[in-house]
């Protein structure tokens, strides 16, 4: 059963950076894409970034050109830069295994997620 454990959120000021990880067991890590998602308190949960096996991504367009997705397919880890960070990014943010053209997370277990705050 695919398992996620997210980590690397906290408390940043507005403009400043975090990265996030998130280690994955239970699946063939390397043939899944993995996607980082995030959830602003009162709304739905929605896709930041995406990766591919071989490493081809994409980006939300609020994330592109301030947050970039990486990934060890030999740590089985998937990793998530932020910079410029602004108060709207606040949520918390989940990893899980993207399948479909819709980029939908494959599995129905989610990590407990990593908190991100962006407070002055």
């Known amino acids: 059963q695919a398992h996620f454990v997210e980590s690397g959120g906290g408390l940043v000021q507005p403009g400043g950076s975090l990265t996030l990880s998130c280690q994955v067991s239970?699946?063939?890590?390397?043939?899944?894409?993995m996607g980082w998602y995030r959830q602003i308190s009162g709304k739905e949960r929605e896709l930041v970034a995406a990766?591919?096996?071989?490493?081809?991504?994409t980006h939300e367009p609020f994330a592109r050109g301030r947050f970039t997705i990486t990934r060890d397919n030999g740590k089985a880890t998937v990793y998530l830069q932020m910079t410029n960070l602004k108060f709207e990014d606040t949520a918390v943010y989940y990893c899980?295994?993207?399948?479909?053209?819709?980029?939908?997370?494959?599995?129905?277990?989610w990590g407990q997620g990593t908190q991100v705050t962006v407070s002055s």
């Open positions: 899980n295994a993207v399948c479909g053209t819709g980029l939908r997370p494959c599995f129905d277990t």
């Open positions: 239970g699946i063939f890590f390397d043939r899944y894409p």
């Open positions: 990766i591919t096996g071989n490493g081809t991504r």
